[in-house]
């Protein structure tokens, strides 16, 4: 088992920063990818990044392609997601993901999961 804890979310305005931390604990290692995914009121959980704890090799959305950046401290056993030039259309709840094999940027295929963190930004 893999327990996903989200934290560093809040309120922020358009054109802001925000960094979200991911602690992990239990089965990790360096075979699990991590991802960030998020849902907005009323819209389906969607993608938003990926990284491989082995290789660091990441992926983006193209809607948060050169604003987010996803990185990881492997002897924390922490993902960081910092986000850029944040805009009111990034409003939603986001969590941290985790799944063994390759990287994917389909949410079925993650088996764990954390409780979310929201981030909301004004404009």
């Known amino acids: 088992q893999v327990q996903l804890l989200e934290s560093g979310g809040g309120l922020v305005q358009a054109g802001g920063s925000l960094r979200l931390s991911c602690a992990a604990s239990?089965?990790?290692?360096?075979?699990?990818?991590m991802g960030w995914f998020r849902q907005a009121p009323g819209e389906e959980r969607e993608f938003v990044a990926v990284i491989s704890l082995s290789d660091g090799v990441t992926y983006y959305a193209d809607s948060v392609k050169g604003r987010f950046t996803i990185s990881r401290d492997n002897a924390k056993n922490t993902v960081y997601l910092q986000m850029n030039s944040l805009k009111p259309e990034d409003t939603a709840v986001y969590y941290c993901?985790?799944?063994?094999?390759?990287?994917?940027?389909?949410?079925?295929?993650?088996?764990?999961w954390g409780q979310g963190t929201q981030v909301t930004v004004s404009s």
């Open positions: 239990g089965r990790t290692s360096s075979t699990y990818n």
């Open positions: 993901a985790a799944r063994q094999g390759s990287r994917s940027v389909r949410r079925e295929e993650y088996a764990y």
